[in-house]
């Protein structure tokens, strides 16, 4: 089983839907959680962070955190074609480093 | 100033060239870490420096070495490389014990090994 699995993609949705990413961890002592978006031939950018169960808001983004279910979520409300990218979903233990998904692509058709 | 500043951005190398990437950062972060990237594949962790001091080397091959000068400066150099190792080469920073604050990348080295 991998440390961070997210949901197959590519996934598409029109403009102005909400987009939901999904991901799962299996270490049950991961502490941080964290989302990033990579467009193509750039690096990652942080997007969103997330310590605590319950879900956290920031403009369009939404992260929502489930410790019991290890499952970790991103929604996107009111999909722009300018978030077109691959979303990475991370997790951090204790030892300090990050380990990544495979990454959703995500594509948003005007 | 909040970015992570990589250099070359491009990088083509023979195999038996020796060849150094350069990472400097100036948010007063004192932890620094090399990932390596596969097209349409996440980044997988190579090197972590806490304090300057190489706290985590996820088992890669000798011919990468890495280097930290100070706070400022994280290193990667290169030796006797493979075509296989070429691959976008990210540079990251964070607080140590602050980590649950994310990683800043830098825009990367693409390297390439011919």
């Known amino acids: 089983q991998k440390e961070v699995e997210q949901n197959s993609g590519p996934l598409s949705v029109p403009e102005g839907a909400i987009a939901s990413l999904n991901c799962t961890y299996s270490?049950?002592?991961?502490?941080?959680f964290f989302w990033y978006r990579q467009y193509s031939g750039k690096s990652p950018e942080l997007i969103m962070s997330?310590?605590?169960?319950g879900d956290k808001e920031d403009g369009r983004f939404t992260a929502q955190l489930n410790k019991a279910s290890q499952y970790v979520s991103l929604l996107i409300r009111d999909s722009q074609p300018s978030d077109s990218a691959t979303y990475l979903c991370?997790?951090?233990?204790?030892?300090?480093?990050?380990?990544f998904g495979d990454g959703t692509t995500l594509t948003v058709k005007p | 100033d909040t970015e992570v500043t990589q250099t070359p951005k491009h990088l083509v190398m023979g195999m038996t060239n020796k060849k150094s990437l350069k990472c400097e950062q100036h948010?007063?972060?004192?932890?620094m870490y090399w990932y390596k990237q596969k097209a349409k594949k996440p980044p997988e962790l190579m090197f972590v420096?806490?304090?300057?001091?190489?706290?985590i080397n996820e088992s890669v091959p000798s011919r990468f070495s890495p280097e930290c000068p100070n706070s400022s400066l994280l290193n990667l150099h290169l030796h006797a490389l493979q075509p296989e190792d070429s691959a976008l080469y990210l540079c990251?920073?964070?607080?140590?014990?602050?980590?649950?604050?994310?990683?800043?990348f830098g825009s990367g080295t693409r390297l390439t090994v011919v």
């Open positions: 948010m007063g972060h004192r932890a």
């Open positions: 990251a920073s964070s607080h140590p014990g602050r980590e649950n604050f994310g990683y800043t």
């Open positions: 270490d049950r002592v991961s502490q941080s």
């Open positions: 991370a997790v951090n233990t204790n030892a300090g480093k990050s380990t």
């Open positions: 420096y806490s304090y300057e001091k190489l706290s």
């Open positions: 997330i310590y605590s169960n």
